[in-house]
């Protein structure tokens, strides 16, 4: 009678003793006695290992002694209790079958490697346990952001990965182009986007949220999430040429609910992660930083702090740290700022709004001063900023304004103004960087280390 397969973390959930399993996996370890070998096998479903006995003299498993760590096997035999220390459950072998040993050169053998050499083998780090865990984890947050929006009845809308349109207004983008190599070297920018495969520039898209917003304004709340580019020339610890955000917009919504939305999706996702994530975590608690069970109990507690700008720069004038950045009004936030705020003034996360309108993009609402937007980021300890996000400016003519102060075409956008000349209403809205979600969760401090196969500047491998 054919076995069908059992994940690992199934049968130690739930395991019901002497019956007949099938493990599918990868040898951890082997260890021998004259008669039994010893295996442990993971199959990336959990972090435990199973314990498979094999009994040298059952046909079923010849050629056990063979096995190396990376050999890949089916083990199917009885589930039983562990009479050992270790393990609450074990398998007794009844039929092992390889489908490759490993060579002796599989370069992740029993003992801790570094974060940078893991890095280099990118293809094989999801089979080690702090891998393993932080993908599982990255995983289960995606899971929890669809959960989140559809149980507030939101729209998941898929935006453009190709787009015409730079949201916000940097230039740092990545062109898109059918053109030869030869042929685009020759051309001025006016006729290679004639002759190029959409007759115009394309690019690679920095942000879905200008697509959202048109999304919102005729099915209320909508949200989206996917990857995004950045073609900025950065190797910091929380910067990366390609990654996900989660960006939702919200019809009928000003700065004080887009805050609230914020707010409650950060406390929704380490929730979900501390009740459907423990034994994971608990690696993360234990060997990568022992302060994070505070700090992830902090965030789904506390109330987030909340201020102005202004209030944000005074505080910093006012401390005694001396930071790497200038703090001035009129400068935007610096890493060292934000973390400040978070970690040693607030303890928890804060929200900062209204920052000057010279520093954000043309699509945050003017204030009534005049002289700020109704701008806001989250900011939490160890990270800095996770979100950012604003009130949009609403209004037709201000609108305008904004794209000719900060030097945009206007008739490239045509459509996007059209949203404001046909029914406009006020919305927000805001993007959640996804991998720094990751990071503090799991309080891995570089971004290369929560993306399955990181691109930065000069590193396009996998």
């Not at 130690?12 to 260890?31: A, D, F, H, M, N």
Request: glycine residues 8%; negative net charge; aromatic residues 10%.
């Amino acid at each position: 009678m054919t076995i069908k397969r059992s994940k690992i973390r199934r049968l130690l959930q739930s395991p019901e003793t002497s019956q007949r399993v099938c493990i599918k996996g990868w040898v951890r370890t082997r260890r021998d006695s004259k008669t039994f070998s010893f295996l442990e096998i993971n199959d990336g479903s959990c972090l435990a290992n199973m314990q498979v006995i094999a009994d040298h003299a059952e046909p079923g498993c010849d050629g056990v002694a063979e096995l190396t760590t990376g050999s890949a096997v089916a083990v199917t035999g009885a589930l039983r209790h562990s009479p050992g220390k270790g393990q609450k459950w074990e398998i007794l072998a009844e039929q092992i079958t390889v489908y490759q040993i490993a060579p002796e050169t599989y370069p992740l053998q029993k003992k801790r490697h570094s974060d940078e050499f893991l890095r280099s083998i990118a293809h094989l780090r999801p089979r080690t346990n702090k891998y393993g865990a932080a993908f599982r984890i990255r995983s289960e947050l995606a899971y929890a952001v669809h959960r989140f929006f559809r149980d507030q009845g939101f729209i998941y809308v898929h935006t453009p990965i190709i787009t015409g349109s730079d949201c916000e207004g940097a230039g740092e983008l990545f062109r898109v182009t059918s053109l030869p190599p030869g042929d685009f070297r020759k051309l001025d920018d006016v006729s290679a986007d004639r002759q190029d495969f959409f007759g115009k520039k394309a690019s690679l898209t920095v942000s879905g949220q200008l697509e959202a917003e048109l999304f919102a304004l005729a099915l209320g709340d909508v949200y989206t999430f996917g990857p995004t580019f950045r073609a900025e020339n950065s190797n910091t610890r929380r910067h990366a040429a390609e990654f996900w955000m989660v960006e939702p917009e919200m019809a009928f919504c000003e700065l004080s609910g887009n805050m609230d939305n914020a707010e409650a999706l950060v406390k929704h996702l380490v929730s979900h992660a501390l009740e459907n994530c423990a034994e994971d975590l608990d690696l993360f608690f234990r060997f990568v930083d022992k302060s994070l069970p505070g700090i992830l109990e902090t965030i789904v507690s506390r109330p987030f702090a909340r201020i102005s700008y202004a209030e944000a720069v005074d505080l910093l004038k006012q401390s005694k740290n001396r930071f790497e950045h200038e703090i001035a009004f009129g400068y935007d936030l610096q890493t060292d700022h934000e973390r400040f705020l978070a970690e040693q003034y607030f303890g928890g996360p804060v929200m900062v709004y209204d920052y000057p309108r010279g520093i954000k993009p043309f699509y945050m609402r003017v204030n009534d001063d005049g002289q700020t937007v109704a701008a806001m980021d989250v900011i939490v300890p160890g990270i800095g900023e996770i979100i950012g996000g604003s009130q949009r400016e609403d209004r037709l003519d201000m609108l305008e304004a904004r794209m000719a102060e900060t030097g945009l075409d206007t008739s490239e956008y045509w459509w996007y103004l059209d949203s404001r000349r046909y029914g406009s209403v006020p919305h927000s809205g805001y993007g959640l960087g996804f991998e720094r979600m990751v990071m503090l969760v799991t309080g891995i401090s570089n971004i290369r280390d929560v993306l399955p196969f990181a691109r930065t500047p000069g590193n396009i491998d996998f």
